[in-house]
């Protein structure tokens, strides 16, 4: 099984920053994909930020330029820097990894979210 958290989440003024943090455990032979996905109050879930495991990134376009995704494979994390922040980034933001298992099967695994509320 596979355990994914995340943390960092909390309220800043717009214009500010966020790092949330995510990480994966358990027992899996590696982890491929790892991605943020945010959900905002009466809508669906979004990709926000996903990343391979070479550093292949990509973005909602929605957030280019103000967001970062970066990982550490040896550690199994994965984190998203969220500068020049706007209050239509307020949402629960959860993180996935793909993770593949002894036999090579690989399944997407989420963490429980993070609340982001953007306002002054």
């Known amino acids: 099984q596979v355990q994914v958290v995340e943390s960092g989440g909390g309220l800043v003024q717009p214009g500010g920053s966020l790092r949330l943090s995510c990480a994966a455990s358990?027992?899996?032979?590696?982890?491929?994909?790892m991605g943020w996905y945010r959900q905002a109050p009466g809508k669906e879930r979004e990709l926000v930020a996903t990343?391979?495991?070479?550093?292949?990134?990509n973005y909602a376009d929605s957030v280019k330029g103000r967001f970062t995704i970066t990982r550490d494979n040896d550690k199994n994390t994965v984190s998203l820097q969220m500068n020049s922040l706007k209050p239509e980034d307020t949402a629960d933001y959860y993180c996935?990894?793909?993770?593949?298992?002894?036999?090579?099967?690989?399944?997407?695994?989420w963490g429980q979210g993070t609340p982001v509320t953007v306002s002054s």
């Open positions: 996935n990894a793909a993770a593949a298992d002894w036999g090579q099967s690989v399944s997407d695994y």
């Open positions: 358990g027992s899996f032979f590696r982890i491929y994909a």
């Open positions: 990343i391979s495991r070479g550093g292949r990134t």
